[in-house]
């Protein structure tokens, strides 16, 4: 009888498979999206009217982008944790959920900086208070990422 070594390799770290970044990235993508449609909009009525166009606008754009470095961070910690591959299904719907949880919050960032956008182009210009919105919307993704990364083993 011939017996059949079968060489296996088991590769350590992987830990969510990047499912934290991907998917906080897809929703930072969508909401820089939709808030840049809306500051295009805003320039273009700003324009028209007489205004020199806010460049202000540009924060409101760029606030979803943050997600982005959460979701790094998210996978950085789920994989140094460096858990038994066994678990690479627990990690990875972990991280999926925690990237979700991200992208839901850099969506409705790129919402409220739409109206953001939309409301100076009106001439409602009170940036101070519609950063304020935008950073407590922020707040949802960096909870997601402290109390993913505070419920993992520690090893």
Do not use: H
């Amino acid at each position: 009888m011939i017996d059949i070594l079968i060489a296996t390799t088991v590769v350590t770290g992987l830990g969510d498979m990047g499912m934290s970044l991907s998917i906080a990235s897809i929703g930072s993508a969508i909401g820089t999206g939709i808030a840049g449609m809306s500051a295009i909009g805003a320039w273009k009525k700003m324009i028209l009217s007489g205004q020199k166009a806010a460049t202000a606008l540009l924060i409101f754009v760029g606030a979803p982008l943050s997600q982005v470095i959460y979701g790094m961070i998210l996978k950085n910690a789920i994989s140094a944790v460096d858990l038994n591959p066994d678990s690479y299904f627990w990690q990875m719907m972990m991280g999926l959920a925690a990237g979700a949880a991200m992208a839901g919050s850099a969506i409705f960032q790129g919402k409220t900086g739409a109206r953001a956008c939309d409301a100076i182009g009106s001439g409602a210009s009170d940036i101070a208070k519609y950063i304020m919105i935008i950073g407590i919307v922020e707040t949802v993704a960096l909870f997601v990422m402290i109390f993913t990364m505070t419920g993992l083993p520690t090893i």
